[in-house]
T-cell receptor, first 115, second 112 residues
Framework: QQQVKQSPQSLIVQKGGISIINCAYE??????FPWYQQFPGKGPALLIA?????SEKKEGRFTISFNKSAKQFSLHIMDSQPGDSATYFCAASMSGSGNTGKLIFGQGTTLQVKP | GAGVSQSPSNKVTEKGKDVELRCDPI?????LYWYRQSLGQGLEFLIYFQGNSAPDKSGLPSDRFSAERTGGSVSTLTIQRTQQEDSAVYLC??????????FGPGTRLTVL
């Protein structure tokens, strides 16, 4: 119930291509879905986030698509660049009284963008 | 400070020794979280602080792990009698509002 399943584990994309990473969850009480980007030796950094009242959110080249009925959400990176090469984590949390807001993370996807 | 800081950045210890890992959150951030990241794995929740209290310790893997937070600021994660399976990167994050988390760079712990 608390798990967030992420796929693929690794991804290789050519420069200029679209990178797509998928996540699925079970707990319908989750109401916040962020994506984090992590470079080697650094802590994860918030990239983009969505709440379940919208189906899509776009920030620059990064888009989250959210399918509430399927309990799935995905990250799309348009025009992928070598500088996007990093590990990406999806996560989910629930707000509200009695909840700590802790994030449940997916297993991560290592993205390599080839020049 | 400008961001969340953690020290030491790297720690190598012998099996059976105790270690202390420190987290300095962003000033004014009331919420603080500790996570563990094992090689090639996701982030595993350990403990959550709100102010100086820890309402959620559910992720601590055994009674060898403990954490405290003083003055609503600095937090220390202590691992007693370290085991090789404790080797991981320990990450700290702080936030003021829900959803706006800031992670530190982590402490890489290696238990020989």
């Amino acid at each position: 119930q608390q798990q967030v399943k992420q796929s693929p584990q690794s991804l290789i994309v050519q420069k200029g291509g679209i990178s797509i990473i998928n996540c699925a969850y079970e707990n319908t009480a989750f109401d916040y879905f962020p994506w984090y980007q992590q470079f080697p030796g650094k802590g994860p950094a918030l990239l983009i986030a969505i709440r379940p009242d919208v189906s899509e959110k776009k920030e620059g080249r990064f888009t989250i698509s959210f399918n509430k009925s399927a309990k799935q959400f995905s990250l799309h990176i348009m025009d992928s660049q070598p500088g996007d090469s990093a590990t990406y984590f999806c996560a989910a949390s629930m707000s509200g009284s009695g909840n700590t807001g802790k994030l449940i993370f997916g297993q991560g996807t290592t993205l390599q963008v080839k020049p | 400070g400008a961001g969340v800081s953690q020290s030491p950045s790297n720690k190598v210890t012998e099996k059976g020794k105790d270690v202390e890992l420190r987290c300095d959150p962003i000033s004014g951030h009331t919420a603080l979280y500790w996570y563990r990241q094992s090689l090639g794995q996701g982030l595993e929740f350990l403990i959550y602080f709100q102010g100086n209290s820890a309402p959620d310790k559910s992720g601590l893997p055994s009674d060898r792990f403990s954490a405290e937070r003083t003055g609503g600021s600095v937090s220390t994660l202590t691992i007693q009698r370290t085991q090789q399976e404790d080797s991981a990167v320990y990450l700290c994050a702080s936030s003021l509002v829900a959803g706006a988390w800031f992670f530190g760079p982590g402490t890489r712990l290696t238990v020989l």
